[in-house]
């Protein structure tokens, strides 16, 4: 609460993960991905009673690589964060500080937010061009990974969650999310080897990671996951999950399960 937090003498900052004043919010670094932006950094600032608004202190960059997914870069900028927090507090005490107003920024392009992600937000539109596709994957993996729904030639439909995409300039005539090749490994830990996919024009990609997360049960689901990525497609469309994914063990390596309707 802001009486708490207005108590220091000093002032109280927050280390965030954007360049603020972009991406203010609760998910600064899947957004700068998934935007397909090529920089992004941390910030140190004093608090204030709008979100993400205060005063900057300190500012970091770093680009974003092309192989960088949310993961990649939260670990590289954990570091650079941790040694930046340090230097704040020895600049605050120093009195050097020298405080940004956010507004007084200038800024070529419009403000964007960072609002939480949710189950909807992950879910992809392979009618979407072949780079957003590509970025939305790379801005939620490894947690909580970009997911779609694959149906099986006789209509029954499985989960998946999508790691790592690589695109793949190709002019052709697939539908959308429909399916060229594919491989199953590692029991239930299903990994679809130069899966090719129509997402806009004149454009293909590969999903090189790709785990099954609901389906049915038991012996019925082993034998389902290992069938249901033979002949089949992805769907584009609203899913149809029943409930939350839960935890089911065995053959091997355990995997999220729940009941398609």
Same mark, same amino acid.
């Given at each position: ?62 680009? /974003? ?7 990649? /870069? ?17 600049? /605050? ?28 937000? $992950? ?6 061009? $072949? ?16 997911? $779609? ?105 355990? $995997?999220?399960?729940?009941? /398609?309707?």
């Amino acid at each position: 609460p802001e009486v708490v937090w207005n108590m220091p003498p000093m002032g109280t900052f927050n280390l965030h993960a954007s360049l603020l004043p972009q991406y203010r919010g609760a998910a600064p670094l899947n957004w700068a991905i998934i935007n397909g932006d090529t920089e992004t950094g941390i910030t140190t600032f004093f608090l204030k009673h709008e979100i993400d608004t205060g005063e900057i202190i300190q500012q970091r960059r770093i680009p /974003i690589l092309p192989e960088d997914n949310v993961g990649t /870069i939260h670990d590289k900028l954990m570091v650079l964060g941790a040694d930046m927090v340090v230097e704040t507090v020895d600049a /605050i005490l120093a009195g050097t500080v020298k405080p940004i107003d956010q507004e007084s920024i200038q800024t070529d392009e419009p403000l964007r937010p960072a609002p939480k992600i949710f189950k909807d937000t $992950c879910h992809i539109d392979w009618s979407k061009p $072949c780079i957003q596709i590509h970025n939305l994957v790379r801005g939620l993996s490894p947690y909580p990974a970009a997911w $779609c729904e694959w149906v099986s030639s006789d209509g029954n439909r499985v989960s998946v969650k999508i790691f790592r995409t690589t695109p793949v300039p190709a002019a052709h005539h697939f539908e959308p999310g429909s399916r060229m090749r594919a491989a199953l490994h590692q029991g239930l830990e299903a990994e679809l080897q130069r899966v090719r996919h129509h997402a806009g024009q004149g454009a293909a990609f590969h999903t090189d990671e790709v785990e099954p997360v609901t389906a049915l049960s038991g012996d019925l689901f082993q034998s389902y996951v290992q069938d249901a990525l033979g002949d089949g497609h992805f769907v584009h469309d609203a899913p149809m999950l029943a409930q939350s994914p839960r935890r089911v063990k065995g053959f091997g390596k355990s $995997c999220h399960s729940a009941q /398609i309707m």
